[in-house]
């Protein structure tokens, strides 16, 4: 049977002769023997545990947790157990992460929309992010029937051109008309727009929302509290009275 020294065990293993004396002085990597001069030495099997332990420490587990899962009659239970919560915490921090990442992406492109920076201008972007999950909620509800009629609109002008058939298409023009005017109506009640010089959020009269120069995060409007008119960013304003 094979013995390996700290030395080789640290190579084999990846990590620093340094760190295997670490885990032997923990308890969790003991040696199997001692040479006549008094070095440690390592069996197979102390390799492959000190490969676990690595793994394990690469996953976040601490020393004392490890130190417990490998007392245990059944290690391989409880370390599966152990590995689907690290799992979770893992997503957890992923999604924690990427909702930072999209809030950072979100100020970046709020700065855009602001012709003077200042510290309420934090503040207007932090409101904007507040309301974003909203929007996207309300963005779904108006997009999902306009992928119905889109579908409606090409079948029947196809039917009309192929077939002769044109009642369909005026079909799909009564129904598109109230369609596009409930979406038009949700979209005005449920938005409101902050404006970037007094940084008061406002509803705009319908009138002026329709026909403003628009991108999809920002309107050209006039404001009502300071009559600054320039872009304005669009926030949820489903609560706004």
């Known amino acids: 049977m094979s013995q390996y020294t700290t030395g080789e065990v640290a190579k ?10 670490y885990y032997d002085g923990r308890g969790i990597l003991t040696p199997s023997a001692l040479s006549e001069g008094g070095r440690r030495l390592y069996s197979e099997e102390d390799v492959r545990k000190c490969r676990v332990i690595c793994f394990l420490r690469e996953i976040g587990l601490s020393i ?92 029947s002008i196809l039917l009309w051109i192929f077939k002769g058939v044109w009642q369909p298409f005026a079909v799909w023009v009564i129904l598109a008309i109230p369609t596009i005017l409930w979406a038009l109506r949700y979209y005005d009640r449920n938005t409101a727009y902050i404006c970037p010089q007094c940084h008061e959020t406002f509803r705009p009269t319908f009138k002026e929302m329709f026909f403003a120069k628009h991108t999809r995060k920002a309107r050209r409007l006039t404001c009502v509290k300071c009559g600054h008119h320039g872009f304005c960013v669009v926030t949820w304003g489903g609560d706004l009275k």
């Not at 009659?73 to 409880?78: A, E, I, T």
């Not at 003077?116 to 974003?132: M, N, P, Q, T, Y």
């Not at 909203?134 to 090409?154: C, E, H, S, T, V």
């Open 64 to 155: 004392d947790t490890i130190g417990q899962l490998l007392s245990e009659d059944d290690p391989g239970s409880v370390i599966s157990i152990l590995l689907d919560q690290q799992e979770q915490v893992l997503r957890d921090e992923i999604n924690e992460r990427r909702e930072k990442l999209e809030q950072l992406a979100g100020l970046r492109d709020g700065l855009r929309f602001i012709e003077h920076f200042s510290v309420e201008s934090i503040g207007d972007i932090a409101a904007i992010l507040e309301g974003k999950k909203k929007l996207r909620a309300m963005y779904r509800k108006i997009f999902l029937p306009g992928i119905a009629l889109n579908l409606l609109q090409w079948a």
């Open 12 to 21: 084999l293993c990846g990590i620093t002769v340094r760190t295997v004396q």
